[in-house]
């Protein structure tokens, strides 16, 4: 079946450093690959999504690329704020399922 | 961007007791709505899904006379924990998924139960 495989965390930054947290993927088809972030006591909110081969996702800073050829989607960003600190989790969905299969987060910690 | 509410954001009970939990998409009609588990450590577990409608599909090990789910129209799902027992005490967190988006889904803010 589909599968989503995150960098284990917490990852730990100082403010203005570059993120890169990785994430590859297992899927049937042609799956949509997204990227959601929680932050603490809240639910998951959608960060960015790309549906096909070489999209680039992007908001708030934050960056990924689907790469079929590697099966992966990291996430990027290159200057983090405090306010950034939250637990990021990789997803995709219309693989094999419509099902969505998510990574199991990673946490972000980032420091003054 | 699509907007899912839940109620009550905390609920505290005692052993024994049933909970009830409201998912409600407030700004689009949701045809399908998962309600996922969250446990320590961050992990997400998908416990069922619903399409508006019909009955729901409970991911193996759920137990579905225990976790009641209805998706009674396309803006509302409630989940119903019957007889709860503190070990059913976690952050219980439903999303809504659009029709015209079919692999897009919008999370409601959680709601976290305490069963003393």
């Known amino acids: 079946g589909d599968s989503v495989t995150q960098m284990e965390g917490p990852v730990t930054l100082s403010e203005e450093a570059f993120l890169t947290i990785n994430c590859t993927y297992t899927a049937t088809g042609y799956p949509s690959l997204f990227w959601y972030v929680q932050y603490p006591g809240e639910g998951l909110q959608l960060l960015l999504k790309?549906?096909?081969?070489?999209d680039k996702g992007s908001n708030k800073g934050f960056e990924a690329t689907y790469r079929k050829e590697t099966t992966s989607f990291h996430l990027e960003k290159g200057s983090v704020q405090v306010s950034d600190s939250a637990v990021y989790f990789c997803?995709?969905?219309?693989?094999?399922?419509?099902?969505?299969?998510f990574g199991r987060g990673t946490s972000l910690i980032v420091h003054p | 961007g699509a907007v899912v509410s839940q109620h009550p954001s905390r609920v505290i009970c005692k052993s024994g007791t049933s909970v009830k939990i409201e998912c409600r998409s407030l700004d689009f009609q949701a045809t399908t709505m998962f309600w996922y588990r969250q446990f320590p450590k961050q992990s997400l577990m998908l416990m069922a899904t619903s399409n508006e409608g019909s009955k729901a599909t409970y991911e193996q090990g759920v137990e579905k006379d225990k976790f009641l789910i209805n998706h009674a129209s396309l803006t509302l799902s409630t989940l119903t924990v019957t007889s709860a027992h503190p070990e059913d005490s976690s952050f219980y967190i439903c999303?809504?998924?659009?029709?015209?988006?079919?692999?897009?889904?919008?999370f409601g803010p959680g709601t976290r139960l305490t069963v003393t």
């Open positions: 999303s809504g998924r659009p029709g015209q988006t079919p692999y897009e889904q919008y």
């Open positions: 997803a995709l969905s219309g693989g094999g399922s419509y099902i969505p299969t």
């Open positions: 790309a549906t096909k081969a070489d």
